[in-house]
């Protein structure tokens, strides 16, 4: 299925897919540069579309927002299971989905917003619970193979990626601000690398708790 097509829907044109296609290319950009405080009206102008086209498309910012998290957590799904399958249970695929994450993180597009005017649809849902399986999988596999420290678990890496600063805006006279997220990533890479010394204090988080976090702090 097309991801600019909804479940049950008939495929749209090409000239209304690449409509879509730009929009959300557009918005990702915009969302990366402004954070998700922008307004759509700043979408519309930098894709050099009307308000009309981008409403007939996402009836609302929410909407827009949603379709970017569906887009971005695929892209993560993507990169999770081609990593499982290249290089099984090895610490550099574990690293090459960190970093990959890290860099959407980093870049405000993995999670999205909170403030939700609607709950999360059902695709929404789906794909988030399919990424986290996929982390999963890449958890045991990595400890299994002895790479990764055993008290930690696929929604402790959601966590601490969470952890991460956004990139920061550049300064106010245009000089580029360095991006510090590699760096606090290979310290976060370092905690989790086996063998380990530090004793957590407390068990690992469940999807009680990730259900929780991205409910209050993402709504989604």
């Known amino acids: 299925m097309n991801p600019s097509t909804a479940p049950g829907e008939r495929p ?4 209304a897919r690449q409509n879509i296609e730009q929009i959300l290319q557009v918005a990702r950009t915009v969302f990366a540069d402004l954070g998700y405080k922008v307004s ?6 930098r894709s050099g579309l009307g308000m009309g086209t981008i409403y007939r498309h996402f009836p609302n910012k929410s909407a827009l927002v949603e379709r970017i998290a569906i887009e971005v957590m695929r892209e993560s799904l993507a990169e999770a299971q081609r990593a499982i399958a290249d290089e099984p249970g090895t610490w550099d695929a574990f690293t ?7 860099r959407l993180r980093s870049s405000q597009l993995f999670p999205v917003s909170r403030g939700r005017a609607t709950e999360p649809g059902p695709e929404l849902a789906a794909i988030r619970t399919a990424l986290l399986a996929a982390l999963e999988d890449l ?6 193979s002895g790479a990764l420290r055993e008290d930690v678990n696929a ?11 956004r990139r920061m805006p550049d300064a106010t006279d245009g000089a580029p601000i360095a991006d510090l997220a590699d760096r606090h990533l290979g310290v976060l890479l370092d905690g989790l690398r086996s ?3 530090e004793i957590l204090s407390r068990p690992a988080p469940g999807r009680r708790e990730i259900d929780q976090f991205f409910r209050t702090t993402h709504g989604l």
Do not use: C
């Open 96 to 102: 090459r989905v960190m970093r990959h994450m890290m």
């Open 195 to 197: 063998p380990s010394t």
């Open 139 to 144: 958890v045991d596999l990595t400890q299994k």
């Open 155 to 165: 929604f402790d890496l959601v966590l601490m990626l969470n952890s991460i600063p």
């Open 40 to 45: 759509i009206e700043e979408v519309a102008r």
């Open 12 to 15: 749209l044109r090409a000239d």
